[in-house]
């Protein structure tokens, strides 16, 4: 299985609007991202034209002046990848991750108990 792009914070956030529209102009992307932290339309430009350096997104189509880009990726791979750079940095093991959320009160009781059936499946 190929590994995903290693995306950063703000990459991630501009695939949101990607994955959710399954393909957009960079304006488009721009207006649906939260409006009290909008970056400048440049800003945006040029993060999407590094993810697609990355072989995150692909440019399908021009419509006048702007470009359409679609996502190459599934979110669900992007945040594997991420979780699994996180194990990594801590020792290879999710123990200190999963104890962090559960002390710390991110984590529910529904989510623990989605996670037990997932475990269950995987048995």
């Known amino acids: 299985m190929a590994t995903s792009p290693r995306l950063t914070r703000i990459e991630l956030e501009l695939m949101e609007p990607l994955w959710q529209l399954e393909q957009a102009s960079i304006r488009e992307i721009l207006e649906a991202l939260p409006k009290t932290r909008r970056p400048e339309y440049t800003t945006v430009q040029t993060m999407i034209y590094r ?13 006048g002046n702007a470009h359409i880009f679609a996502p190459t990726i599934p979110r669900k791979s992007a945040v594997g990848s991420l ?26 009781l529904k989510e623990i108990k989605e996670i037990e059936a997932l475990l269950g499946k995987r048995r």
């Open 83 to 108: 979780v699994d750079q996180l194990v990594n940095h801590l020792g290879g093991s999710p123990v200190p991750l999963v104890s962090h959320l559960v002390e710390s009160g991110q984590i529910s």
């Open 51 to 63: 993810l697609e350096e990355k072989g995150a997104v692909r440019r399908v189509k021009k419509i």
